[in-house]
């Protein structure tokens, strides 16, 4: 199966497999941290030894809620560590193509201090790339609160990995980016290993079918082909299973099998 993929939260991840393997996509496996902390090697290597008879790759999503790659308590940035460890177990049972990571950078929360958050966050991040390689995978760095491609920018310069990139949410990009979506991707295109696809009203994250809410898809796949990215999946991010197959059917309407 090609680079397309569906949210899955890993409690789901059985039935996901039944339900996304005819419509031709993979799971991004997304555990929490209670997942993590709970998750049966040998079953998960079972549901991934399933995937691959199956033909089936997958991405991951690593936890974040509570968590601060770049964070200034050391306690805080100790537990943010090992949950990404323990993430980082997992990849290697299920091999994923990327696994995505949320900076936790927030402007308002950081005052404006983008050097401090971005020391933090070369010292966190500088020995997970030798993981990121013996996994045979990507680190994508979401954005999420980010009015500007700035943070994210900045340490992917600093750690300068091919392993090290971003992941493109243009539903996040819609209710906070103040920044021109071509000049947004083109400061990241080397680097975009991944994108994210849903919708919104420019409101709320909605998580919408593409072409449910504002977003203009059309000017966005122009604007992704006009900086030569080529991110390695492309991810829908349903908040209601319903909406998988309609989705589905969209990305490959869009991007082709």
């Given amino acids: 199966m090609g680079r397309m993929f569906v949210h899955t939260p890993f409690a789901r991840l059985e039935t996901a497999i039944d339900l996304l393997a005819p419509l031709g996509v993979g799971p991004e496996i997304y555990p929490t941290a209670a997942d993590l902390r709970a998750v049966d090697p040998v ?19 690593a936890p974040f809620i509570d968590l601060s790659p770049g964070g200034f308590d050391p306690d805080i940035v100790a537990v943010t560590r090992a949950r990404f460890h323990e993430t980082f177990r997992l990849a290697e049972i299920f091999c994923p193509r990327t696994i995505v990571f949320h900076s936790g950078y927030d402007r308002w929360k950081y005052v404006h201090n983008l050097n401090l958050w971005l020391e933090n966050s070369i010292r966190f991040w500088a020995p997970f790339l030798e993981l990121a390689e013996r996994a045979d995978t990507y680190i994508a760095m979401e954005n999420i609160f980010e009015y500007t491609p700035e943070n994210i920018a900045a340490l992917i310069a600093a750690l300068n990995s091919p392993r090290f990139g971003t992941c493109f949410d243009i539903g996040h990009w819609r209710l906070f980016g103040t920044v021109d979506l071509g000049a947004w991707l083109a ?71």
């Avoid at 999946?233 to 099998?257: C, M, N």
Wanted: net charge negative.
């Fill in 187 to 257: 400061a990241v295109a080397p680097a975009l290993h991944a994108v994210h696809l849903h919708d919104n009203h420019g409101e709320f994250d909605d998580h919408l079918v593409p072409g449910d809410g504002i977003i203009d898809y059309d000017e966005f796949n122009r604007r992704l082909a006009a900086c030569g990215a080529a991110p390695r999946a492309l991810t829908f991010e349903p908040h209601r299973q319903e909406d998988i197959a309609r989705g589905v059917a969209w990305l490959k309407t869009h991007y082709g099998s």
């Fill in 43 to 61: 079953a998960a290597e079972l549901l991934a030894e399933r995937m691959r008879g199956l033909g089936m790759s997958c991405t991951m999503h």
